[in-house]
């Protein structure tokens, strides 16, 4: 007998068609037999050792969340409520070019220190790997040798490559250089990476030229793998931004998927239709386009990243060596304040749209939740803390945001930074805001087309064959929720409150979340770039 029947669930299988009524069997990890409209029909109804009443329920297949920075989190925290509660079964993580492998010992140091704010100095944490693929084995044993709390998948961080095979300086790699930056993304592709991700408003990523760019991207589409950057600009001259990595990536013949693919800034208010028009035409040509998007207004970053990248070449402690200097801290905030830093996309800043979400030296706690007065302060807080407060930056548009996720390529991205005393809520209620707030209350998307967004878009964009869609033979990766209540429960004071109206989540058919409480389940394994979508191989010598 098989292990699970769902019962009479309102099915929203992910494809965008009507939802349907049905029982759902599963057995083994999967998804073995849908029976529609079961007690209606009057047949001989599925049975299982457990039965589970849906009524009332949707069910939808498990959400992926396309822009995670879980990279450690997931080691360090086996309940991982923050993505679990939200009926998320699958993170995108090693985003916006700079994460945990692959490294050698001065490199996990120095991008140790680069993220601290987005993960902290993972001082609680153990790495024992080096490549690609060892940290896709450490996901896999987890806690224990149990696993994680969730599915993860990883992209190559070309900002941590560059910083392996180049170092901090902003110059063109050498031949030499790129042969190794080659291998490296080659070697971590056929480790199991599904692409790779650049971060071209951070250090040192952001050093690179587009024909570098556009060579480790061949590299990627030969394995079958998609193109993740975080692009030069989401301010001043975020069209042109846009544009260069559509050029780059079809001269490259690699997939793209654009990463928090907001317009932001005063410079970009209800610009969205434009760039929405630049992507159709791009799609119209053929181009595989898609990108994804988070349901609020503000960003999240690290305060360093919006220095200038000048002051930010040859590492931390060079970054900290110049914050330190009263000449160079006061050429560094001349370029902030009145030029534009490109840290800061281009556009002069503006101090009080600067939110401190989050430090890492205990004495500077009364700063969080405080809006920056100026660039004296920033520059206390970025040697205080050592380079470590993260921020929000208030600098977003609510009508770009609502046309994006209408579009047709758009797949929902968390964005997530869950280190800091007051994150942004996204981390925690992406998923319940786009089916409560947006869905049901604004009808900017139907039930069916936002569960689309959520689950079969960006299981299509990962090559996964058996994710994405309620289906017999898929992974049962599911969640069950309640269209009428679920709602996000985080908010810009209370960022950590879990969201309601999601009682149950099942990774391979094991209950993660039942009856609106984290079980002790650890279902979650690295999800590997599927072999069978692999291209023909080239070389990556020369």
């Not at 084995?137 to 599915?151: E, T």
């Not at 990108?291 to 402690?317: I, K």
């Not at 299509?460 to 009428?484: I, K, N, Q, S």
């Amino acid at each position: 007998m098989e292990e699970l029947v769902i019962r009479d669930a309102d099915v929203v299988d992910g494809s965008g068609a009507p939802s349907y009524r049905a029982d759902v069997v599963v057995d083994g990890g999967r998804i073995v037999s849908i029976v529609q409209e079961a007690a209606a029909a009057g047949c001989q109804r599925p049975k299982a050792r457990r039965e589970l009443d849906a009524e009332g329920l949707v069910l939808s297949p498990g959400f992926i969340d396309m822009h995670a920075h879980s990279d450690l989190a997931l080691l360090r925290d086996p309940d991982h409520s923050a993505k679990a509660a939200q009926g998320v079964t699958l993170e995108v993580i090693g985003q916006d070019g700079l994460s945990y492998a692959p490294v050698d010992d001065r490199t996990l140091a120095e991008v140790r220190r680069a993220i601290a704010g987005w993960n902290g100095h993972g001082d609680d944490v153990d790495f024992d790997w080096r490549s690609v693929g060892e940290y896709l084995d450490r996901l896999d044993h987890g806690f224990d040798g149990r696993g994680i709390a969730v599915n993860a998948a990883y992209l190559i961080p070309q900002g941590t490559v560059r910083m392996l095979a180049v170092g901090w300086e902003d110059r063109e790699a050498t031949p030499r250089e790129l042969d190794r930056m080659r291998q490296l993304v080659a070697e971590g592709m056929e480790q199991g990476a599904v692409g790779m991700s650049s971060g071209l408003t951070y250090t040192p990523g952001m050093y690179a030229k587009n024909a570098e760019l556009t060579e480790l991207c061949r590299v990627v589409a030969s394995y079958g793998g998609y193109y993740c950057p975080h692009h030069r600009s989401y301010g001043a001259g975020a069209l042109e931004a846009y544009e260069e990595m559509v050029e780059l990536t079809r001269e490259a013949g690699c997939p793209l998927h654009l990463a928090h693919a907001t317009m932001n800034f005063g410079v970009n208010e209800g610009r969205a239709p434009e760039l929405l028009a630049l992507l159709d035409e791009a799609l119209a040509t053929g181009a595989d386009i898609s990108l994804d998007t988070y349901p609020y207004t503000p960003g999240c970053t690290t305060l360093v990243a919006m220095l200038p990248s000048w002051a930010t070449e040859g590492g931390p402690e060079e970054i900290l060596s110049r914050l330190a200097d009263d000449g160079t801290a006061e050429r560094i905030r001349h370029h902030v304040e009145v030029i534009g830093s490109d840290g800061c996309h281009g556009v002069p800043m503006e101090w009080d749209t600067i939110e401190i979400a989050g430090v890492e030296n205990p004495e500077l706690a009364e700063y969080v939740g405080r809006r920056l007065d100026g660039w004296t302060t920033a520059r206390h807080l970025l040697l205080a803390d050592r380079l470590a407060p993260s921020i929000l930056q208030h600098v977003g548009h609510e009508e770009n945001v609502r046309r994006i996720m209408r579009h047709r390529v758009h797949t929902g991205g968390s964005d997530g930074i869950l280190q800091g005393a007051k994150p942004h809520p996204r981390a925690y209620g992406t998923f319940p805001e786009y089916l409560g707030r947006y869905t049901r209350e604004l009808g900017i998307l139907s039930l069916e087309e936002c569960v689309a967004h959520l689950t079969s878009r960006p299981a299509a964009r990962l090559r996964l064959p058996d994710r994405g869609l309620v289906r017999e033979g898929h992974r049962a990766d599911l969640v069950l929720f309640d269209p009428r209540t679920v709602a996000a429960g985080s908010t810009f004071d209370e960022p950590r409150r879990l969201p309601t109206g999601i009682p149950h989540v099942l990774i391979d058919g094991r209950f993660v979340m039942e009856d609106g409480h984290r079980t002790d389940e650890l279902a979650g394994r690295a999800v590997r770039r599927t072999t069978a979508w692999a291209g023909r191989r080239h070389s990556h010598s020369g």
